[in-house]
């Protein structure tokens, strides 16, 4: 095993975070850096002193809503056409339920410091043929055949919920996309 020694530059000690990157190659081939974050200089080594302003240290983990949890069974709305097979239409997954399992300590305890969601803003409340044979139908249950920027899908819920969701969330150190 080799050692390898590096001066962390001088005024590094005076900012609270910041970064030592490591880039090293062996002929052509050029292996992963390394992006070592730096508290007043010193290297971070315990993950709880990691917070979610560190970007470079987010562990993210992505939902598509419909597909997540169904927190609140009253806001199910598939799309009522027998030419939609189940598995192309809304399945109940919402705000709610994404809520509950961060106020269950899910994420948390995966590690997860940032979630990601489909979109979820309203989407058609028909269904869709798709151009190619064999000419399918689909509903837009993953979120990206919005039919406005502005609105929270009814399906996934409304302001109110996502508004505690976020909170909910950022008491936990957990960034919301």
């Not at 809503?65 to 809304?90: I, L, S």
């Amino acid at each position: 095993g080799s050692t390898l020694r590096v001066k962390v530059p001088g005024d590094a000690h005076r900012k609270d975070r910041s970064f030592l990157r490591i880039m090293a190659s062996a002929g052509n081939i050029l292996a992963n850096d390394l992006l070592i974050p730096l508290q007043k200089g010193v290297p971070v080594t315990h993950p709880d002193r990691l917070t979610r302003e560190d970007r470079e240290a987010t562990i993210m983990y992505f939902l598509m809503v419909d597909r997540f949890r169904n927190g609140n069974p009253d806001r199910d709305d598939p799309v009522d056409d027998p030419e939609v097979a189940p598995r192309a239409n809304f399945h109940g997954g919402d705000l709610d339920g994404v809520l509950e399992m961060i106020e269950d300590g899910y994420f948390t305890d995966l590690g997860v410091n940032a979630v990601w969601f489909s979109p979820i803003t309203q989407n058609p409340l028909e269904a869709y043929i798709e151009v190619p044979e064999p000419k399918r139908k689909y509903t837009g249950y993953h979120g990206y055949w919005p039919i406005t920027l502005t609105t929270i899908d009814h399906r996934f819920g409304d302001e109110q919920v996502m508004a505690q969701l976020v909170s909910s969330a950022h008491e936990r150190d957990i960034s919301v996309l």
